[in-house]
């Protein structure tokens, strides 16, 4: 397990290196700290890896929640709250309306966006949940895989897997 | 730098399987393993037992391309006559039809012998990439030329001038691959898919092969001719017969290769 602390003075690219050197190691990676900054364009990169990550990604969100944290809860296989807060409509810009419709759907991207609170649009998405790493760790790469291939080959890359699996 | 150490090949059941092996340098190209693979693809060529060459770094790094001291070395006269040069040339001149099973870093010179197979098959953690660019010179092995073919101008712009990388499932969708699997599946699904093709008729298939080349040398009508001149040759061989035959007798065609 790697534990990655992010601080609010940690811009874009810092982040997705910081990402990229942790997720190399193949172990979960649990994300805690300042999410509170706002999303810029160079976010791109660390979504990228995030959304592909292999290993199962842990998020604490505390303190004030931008739309970083916003992004990395959206992102992340498991999600926890602790004594946090954001402000109302700080999810409500168009870099989280597109990881909402991939992450949750397209209708449910409506109501994420249509709650004014962030956390509450968070809690009614189904994705204040911890669950646990193991149990990720286990279906993530078939979770990718669902989210980037067409179906067919989805199935047959999940397929792989499972005769993996019975041959070791 | 001994071939043998740097090279690992091993045939079975009409399949050659040729491995990079220097994982300590996550498989850089020099010139015994450019010279190493090309003897081997060579080898298999003329044999008579392979049917298929598969091309590998591996299950955890296809090739982060050439060492910087192959290419810091040459001159402007040297790199042309350079056995690394011809080594590529060498590689992607085989009649045989070949797959490269791509895992990690598939970069530079690696990049250009993996996009020279006719089907890549790469793992969820492959990353393709020519970062030739960010060193002033160009990819020289079929860099600019084996994109294009694969996933369109623009991709081929991209890779060429921006040096930028691109993931497997983002390699998947502009095309550049064939298919994606789970990384600790990926020898042995390129294994049993070899095994497949190694199946399939043997003149024919390398008759594909030829056909698909052909637009590399020739116009499109040129090509087309070209086609239809394998098609009729094919049409005199005992392959052809006996896959009439089982077709109609309702059985399972066994190809010699004749």
Redesign the interface.
Known sequence: MTVLMISNDMNDADLAKAMDKALRAGDALIMDGAVGRALQTGAQAWI?TLA?A?SPVTVTLSGEVGPRGLALALLADAVTLSNASAQEAAHRVPLLAVLAATRLGQVAARAFLAEPAPLRALKRAGVLHGAKADVVAAHK?AL??AA??PFE?AVS?AA??H??QE?N | MAIESVIHTSREAGVTTITITRPEVRNALNVAVLAGMADAVEAAGSDGETRVIVLTGGAETFSVGADIDMLSGQTAASYVHSPNRFGFERIRETRLPVIAAVSGFCLGGGCEIALAADIVIAS??AIFGQPEINLGIIPGAGGTQLWAERAGRGAQAEAAMGGRFI?A?TA??IGLVD???????LL??VAAEAVQLSCQAPLAVRAVKSAMRARWCMSAGAALDHEVTLMANLLASSDAREGIDAFLGKRKATFTGT
């Open positions: 990228g592909r292999r790469t990718v895989a980037e291939l080959e890359f792989l897997i005769l993996n041959q | 969820d953690t993931k499932y998947r969708r298919r994606i699997v789970p990384k600790e599946a042995s699904y």
